[in-house]
């Protein structure tokens, strides 16, 4: 079983920033890639951005970059999202999944990050 833990999230005025963190209970030598996602109220799921676990590769969303690093800490076990530069549409649940290189999509249960204008 694997668990992701979000915690981070919060209230934050329009050009404010946010960290956001996911720890796994997994060993990361088993982890392929992590990804953050967001739904807003009434939306779909999005991505917002992934990291390549072994490589540190990153990507991310078109709306984000710039604003938003992902990063990891492997002695942590631990998934980051800085987020600056915060507006108003950034409002959502953000949601950490996890994808293992023996196949399978884990999810967190998400924190709530609210952005007011």
């Known amino acids: 079983q694997v668990q992701l833990v979000e915690s981070g999230g919060g209230l934050v005025q329009a050009g404010g920033s946010l960290r956001v963190s996911c720890a796994t209970s997994?060993?990361?030598?088993?982890?392929?890639?992590m990804g953050w996602f967001r739904q807003a109220p009434g939306k779909e799921r999005e991505f917002v951005a992934r990291l390549t676990w072994s490589s540190g590769l990153t990507y991310y969303t078109d709306s984000v970059k710039g604003r938003f690093t992902i990063s990891r800490d492997s002695a942590k076990s631990t998934l980051y999202l800085q987020m600056n530069s915060l507006k108003p549409e950034d409002s959502a649940i953000y949601y950490c999944q996890a994808r293992l290189y023996t196949g399978g999509t884990n999810w967190g249960q998400g924190t709530q990050v609210t952005v007011s204008s």
């Open positions: 997994v060993r990361t030598s088993r982890i392929y890639d």
